[in-house]
């Protein structure tokens, strides 16, 4: 039986991943590891956590000692990371946290992955690490090749982190893949998120923050095709490689929030202009070539029935949304 740890599987990524990879592999045997900071809810894997194949671990990925330990104990196959501090605005604030988690974090799993023989070590990242695109240039897009120019302490510690996991394939024959998505949205993401914020600020009938001119653009990926298209890299994907994933579902943060407010029958008035962020991308876009030649993956979702999916989602799990803000 396969042994799989993921880790910061109570987070938004990774708590869907599990639902998937316990759903369609019922003989997986999985270790989920979490340190329940602020983003991490249990609530999010309620549903499987008497699953005989599932564990959960209460860890931080930069104890040493305790990453060690528990590699000699459990005698994992896989090794999945998405733990990670991810909020651009944090990292704004306090650069060292992403440096900890992101950076040292990594480099231990790495260690305890190659001291234990681990089969696949797989690193969830993200495009920020390649900086952005000009909103002038629809014509250009983020491939595998693309120079990393990460411009925020979050992406710079991803993009950190990325060039530890290459290094250490190259180094010492460590079987790694690498995965950069673009934005992700679907169910159980924490509501700091511009999505999860915007329904719970419009459902509130509170202001809803655009930073600048909201025309700043992203690639919107609905998380479960983000998990299907990690399935296939962690068990066809080739060592050394990187795989680009997106959504082609590119879309102005105005015309989200819009698109939200629409969905919700809310005034358009509720829209509340403010300060830029400090470095803020102006726009992101995947090309996901590769994995769709090699794997065949094309997304499930486009924007217009994820958003629905996603609001609907929201609207019946409102419990959730107050739980975990109250956390």
Known sequence: MTKVLVTGGCGFIGSNFIHYILDKYPNCNLVNLDLLTYAGNLENLKSIEDNPNYKFVKGDIS????????????????????????????????????????????????????????????????????????????????????????????????????????????????????????????????????????????????????????????????????????????HNGTSGEVYNIGGHNEKTNLEVVETILSTLDKNFDLISYVSDRPGHDLRYAIDPSKIEKDFNWIPKYNFNSGIKETINWYLDNTTWINNVLNK
């Open 63 to 234: 104890n040493r000692e305790f990453i060690f330990d528990l590699f000699e104990k459990e005698k994992f196959n896989i090794v999945i990371n998405f733990a990670a501090e991810s909020h651009v605005d944090r990292s704004v604030n306090d650069p060292s946290i992403f440096i900890n988690t992101n950076v040292l974090g990594t480099q231990i799993l790495l260690d305890a992955s190659l001291k234990y023989n681990i089969d696949r070590y797989h690193q969830v990242s993200t495009d920020e690490v390649y900086g952005d695109l000009p909103l002038d240039r629809p014509d250009l897009f983020f491939t595998e090749e693309t120079p990393l120019n990460p411009s925020s302490p979050y992406s710079a510690s991803k993009a950190c982190a990325d060039l530890l996991v290459s290094s250490y394939n190259r180094t010492y024959g460590l079987n790694t893949t690498i995965s950069r998505c673009s934005n992700n949205y679907g169910p159980y993401q924490f509501p700091e998120k511009l999505i999860p914020l915007m329904i719970y600020k419009a459902l509130n009938n509170e202001q809803l923050p655009v930073y600048g001119n909201g025309k700043n653009v992203r690639d919107w990926l609905h998380v479960y095709d983000h998990c299907v298209a990690i399935d296939y890299i962690v």
